[in-house]
């Protein structure tokens, strides 16, 4: 039985970390995408601008990581209001990188080291799992559709290559290094 659990948590850690490096991949691919103009454009009403929303992102993922797993190095923090659209692809390939150590860590077999989940300061700690996985995408893929709509209400819609190619995963998985796509251990 200890076995066949060692193997459930060592193929869902692995999962864990590719599924995170795709999410990470969909958030550089708006990135490298989107028009210049629109990355500290106004959007209407008392929005984030979409540099505010890619490096609350960062920001946000560095908090996971500090709370979550104190042990790893966590990223310095970007400013909204001086970030550049490439500091950001570095910033968010950099807490990407050490949200997936944690996510294996959590959930794989990286010695068991972190035993919960702290989102927030003020939020109740849950114990590692999936649902820690689930609530980090969540919380990204929010945030990529605030971003395509506001590029979108901008003037700057993304190409339909571009918003349409983030649903083709098979591509993206093949972006990150394995090539067999979701699902499978190549």
């Not at 039985?1 to 990470?24: C, E, P, S």
């Not at 454009?41 to 992102?57: D, E, S, Y």
């Not at 920001?59 to 979550?68: D, E, Y």
């Given at each position: ?137 969540a919380h990204e893929a929010h945030h ?43």
């Amino acid at each position: 039985m200890a076995t066949r659990q060692h193997k459930v948590q060592t193929q869902l850690g692995r999962a864990a970390v590719q599924i995170f490096a795709a999410n990470d991949r969909l958030n550089q691919i708006l990135i490298e995408h989107l028009d210049s103009a629109a990355w500290r454009g106004k959007p209407p009403g008392k929005a984030r601008t979409i540099a505010a929303i890619f490096t609350h992102l960062h920001n946000v993922r560095c908090k996971w990581v500090r709370l979550t797993a104190p042990h790893l190095k966590v990223p310095p923090q970007l400013h909204r209001a001086h970030c550049t659209p490439q500091q950001a692809r570095a910033g968010l390939a950099e807490s990407a990188a050490r949200c997936a150590e944690m996510l294996a860590e959590a959930l794989g077999s990286g010695g068991g080291r972190v035993k919960k989940f702290r989102r927030d300061g003020w939020g109740r700690p849950w114990p590692a799992g999936v649902e820690m996985l689930c609530y980090m995408l969540a919380h990204e893929a929010h945030h990529r559709g605030q971003v395509c709509m506001l590029a979108h209400q901008l003037g700057f819609p993304l190409p339909i290559e571009v918003a349409s190619g983030i649903w083709n995963w098979e591509k993206v998985w093949k972006e990150c290094g394995w090539p067999a796509g979701p699902g499978y251990n190549a």
